[in-house]
């Protein structure tokens, strides 16, 4: 309908806004969708589970916005030399409905307590702010005849959404790369396994996400000498205790003996070797 109405009222800034609400929609149809097929049980398919589906939801969302918004620029830029009115009562009529739906949205969610209602809450807040600046741009259009008004409007709404768009598709191709979450955090945990008393290396370590909130670890341990099935039972509740705090949801770790050689490509291996005394 905002589609319509920014054709109607011949307004670019009025087609930006609706790019806006159409980008919240598809995020909170598509987390929604994603999120119940994400709550399903792991299989041999797929053994870690669901959860990286919820990141299609960000790809679909961010191809549609880009395109959507090269779209609305192609529409504004060439407005700027060569201005269209647009027609200032019927912006006020459609930023006055887009602020109380909008606006009575977030109020029934303001009182919201979970993640996802707080974070529909914002996303309804900034359309209302949105919804506001057109108001704003269409009263003074109805005593000033300032055309250019509209499609300033209309590329700052499109150049807010592409930032924000490109921040996450950025951080959700990393994720589907297996870009390490926190590189500070892999090295307190090469850290923190170095320090344990029978660890003479750590080497392999590798961090990624399933989805950007679970975290998947996977290390080689070299001990320092043989030691007894009990030893490395009790070495490996201390690893558990050592790597609790940083709340991982898988854990792979792999001993290995002082005379093993790894089994594993060098080239994916980080070996960090505890410096042996003088």
């Given at each position: 309908m905002e589609f319509i109405g920014g054709w109607l009222t011949n307004s670019t800034a009025i087609m930006a806004d609706a790019m806006h609400d159409l980008g919240d929609s598809l995020s909170i149809g598509l987390a929604w969708i994603l999120s119940k097929i994400a709550h399903k049980q792991a299989n041999d398919t797929y053994s870690y589970g669901y959860q990286r589906f919820s990141l299609l939801g960000a790809l679909v969302n961010g191809a549609v916005l880009i395109g959507g918004s090269i779209w609305v620029l192609s529409e504004a830029i060439p407005r700027l030399s060569d201005p269209e009115m647009?027609?200032?009562?019927?912006?006020?009529?459609?930023?006055?409905?887009?602020?109380?739906?909008?606006?009575?949205?977030?109020?029934?969610?303001?009182?919201?307590?979970?993640?996802n209602e707080r974070v529909l809450n914002w996303h309804l807040l900034e359309d209302v702010l949105g919804w506001v600046a057109v108001l704003l741009v269409a009263v003074v259009l109805s005593f000033v005849?300032?055309?250019?008004?509209?499609?300033?409007?209309?590329?700052?709404?499109?150049?807010?959404?592409?930032?924000?768009?490109?921040?996450?598709?950025?951080?959700?191709?990393?994720i589907f790369l297996q870009a390490t979450p926190d590189t500070k955090v892999r090295q307190d945990i090469i850290s923190d396994l170095k320090s344990l008393e029978k660890i003479r290396s750590v080497h392999h370590v590798h961090i990624w996400s399933l989805d950007g909130a679970n975290?998947?670890?996977?290390?080689?341990?070299?001990?320092?000498?043989?030691?007894?099935?009990?030893?490395?039972?009790?070495?490996?509740?201390?690893?558990?205790?050592?790597?609790?705090r940083y709340d991982l949801s898988h854990t792979t770790i792999e001993l290995e003996f002082p005379d093993e050689d790894c089994r594993d490509s060098e080239a994916t291996s980080t070996k960090t070797t505890l410096p042996t005394s003088p």
């Open positions: 647009p027609h200032a009562q019927g912006m006020i009529v459609l930023a006055i409905f887009g602020i109380a739906v909008n606006g009575f949205a977030a109020y029934k969610l303001s009182h919201g307590k979970s993640l005849d300032l055309p250019v008004l509209d499609p300033l409007l209309s590329i700052g709404f499109t150049l807010f959404i592409l930032f924000n768009v490109t921040k996450t598709l950025i951080d959700t191709i990393k975290d998947v670890l996977t290390a080689h341990l070299e001990l320092e000498k043989a030691i007894s099935d009990l030893g490395q039972q009790e070495l490996k509740r201390e690893i558990s205790r050592t790597l609790q």
